[in-house]
């Protein structure tokens, strides 16, 4: 009988944190709205510099069609550039915590290229690949690729001694280590680093769309900025936001269905 009673108790906790955790961000974006609106209303700001929530989903409702068409190539080249990076990420992570001489040696040199700033080596990536597809791509995938890179060499080495002294007393190989020991172990980590990748790759393809691109997110940012179409320029910043929690909120439905223990202190 205690059993059922607990059980059902942990069943309601459960709901409760569930729909404290829908409820809780949605007032937080009712609260936001409204001091918005508020302030545009109150200080009679004029439409050009900040235009009333109203105004914008108006310009979200009559424009939905142009600014889905502009938010399909960016969406490819921040998924494209998400992908690539983090696979290179993992890749070298993974070189890196076998060959400390690679890590010594080449370690620097991804510190200094993560370095310069990314309106810096957008540029010279166009110059590079053209103005297509490739180079926003390229921009989004070097974007991603430090954070990873720095989280899976990290989560690789985060290996408990004991655990991998017993690997050794069980004469445990290389790669049945790698495999059972210290990919789930970093996994935790890498999963950081790729709900961080979400908004950078997003941010990367834009970046790229302003360097020389006539379509996406970025370019019409350009153009409602030069127009001076303040309610445009919300709507393309809103439609680029949203597309960037429900990528955030893919990867973390991903992370829940890999990572099914319960993490220290959870």
Same mark, same amino acid.
């Given at each position: 009988m205690e059993e059922a009673e607990m059980d059902a108790a942990w069943q309601a906790a459960q709901r409760r944190r569930k729909l404290? &955790?829908?409820l809780l961000p949605s007032a937080g974006a009712g %609260? *936001? *709205?409204f001091l918005w609106w508020a302030v545009v209303a109150y200080f009679h700001v004029r439409p050009f510099i900040a235009p009333s929530p109203e105004v914008v989903a108006i310009t979200l409702y009559q424009k939905f &069609?142009? *600014?889905m068409d502009n938010l399909a190539p960016t969406a490819i080249e921040? $998924? &494209? /550039?998400f992908i690539i990076g983090n696979l290179l /990420? !993992? &890749?070298i992570a993974t070189i890196f915590v076998h060959c400390r001489t690679m890590e010594q040696a080449f370690f620097p040199v991804a510190v200094f290229i993560n370095s310069i700033p990314i309106v810096a080596k957008a540029p010279i990536l166009v110059l590079m690949l053209g103005n297509g597809l490739a180079p926003k791509? %390229? !921009?989004s995938a070097v974007i991603c +690729? +430090?954070?990873t890179l720095v989280n899976m060499a990290r989560g690789l080495e985060a290996v408990s001694p004991q655990a991998m002294e017993l690997m050794h007393v069980l004469s445990g190989s290389r790669w049945e280590i790698f495999w059972k020991l210290r990919l789930p172990t970093s996994l935790p980590f890498l999963f950081s680093a790729l709900k961080v990748a979400t908004s950078t790759a997003v941010v990367g393809a834009i970046v790229g769309e302003w360097i020389g691109s006539q379509e996406g997110i970025g370019? *019409? $940012?350009i153009q409602a900025t030069y127009n001076f179409d303040s309610a445009l320029l919300y709507a393309v910043v809103l439609c680029g936001s949203a597309f960037s929690v429900a990528f955030f909120m893919a990867v973390r439905l991903l992370e829940r269905l890999v990572i099914r223990w319960e993490a220290p202190g959870g």
């Amino acid at each position: 009988m205690e059993e059922a009673e607990m059980d059902a108790a942990w069943q309601a906790a459960q709901r409760r944190r569930k729909l404290r &955790g829908w409820l809780l961000p949605s007032a937080g974006a009712g %609260a *936001l *709205l409204f001091l918005w609106w508020a302030v545009v209303a109150y200080f009679h700001v004029r439409p050009f510099i900040a235009p009333s929530p109203e105004v914008v989903a108006i310009t979200l409702y009559q424009k939905f &069609g142009m *600014l889905m068409d502009n938010l399909a190539p960016t969406a490819i080249e921040a $998924i &494209g /550039g998400f992908i690539i990076g983090n696979l290179l /990420g !993992i &890749g070298i992570a993974t070189i890196f915590v076998h060959c400390r001489t690679m890590e010594q040696a080449f370690f620097p040199v991804a510190v200094f290229i993560n370095s310069i700033p990314i309106v810096a080596k957008a540029p010279i990536l166009v110059l590079m690949l053209g103005n297509g597809l490739a180079p926003k791509i %390229a !921009i989004s995938a070097v974007i991603c +690729f +430090f954070p990873t890179l720095v989280n899976m060499a990290r989560g690789l080495e985060a290996v408990s001694p004991q655990a991998m002294e017993l690997m050794h007393v069980l004469s445990g190989s290389r790669w049945e280590i790698f495999w059972k020991l210290r990919l789930p172990t970093s996994l935790p980590f890498l999963f950081s680093a790729l709900k961080v990748a979400t908004s950078t790759a997003v941010v990367g393809a834009i970046v790229g769309e302003w360097i020389g691109s006539q379509e996406g997110i970025g370019a *019409l $940012i350009i153009q409602a900025t030069y127009n001076f179409d303040s309610a445009l320029l919300y709507a393309v910043v809103l439609c680029g936001s949203a597309f960037s929690v429900a990528f955030f909120m893919a990867v973390r439905l991903l992370e829940r269905l890999v990572i099914r223990w319960e993490a220290p202190g959870g």
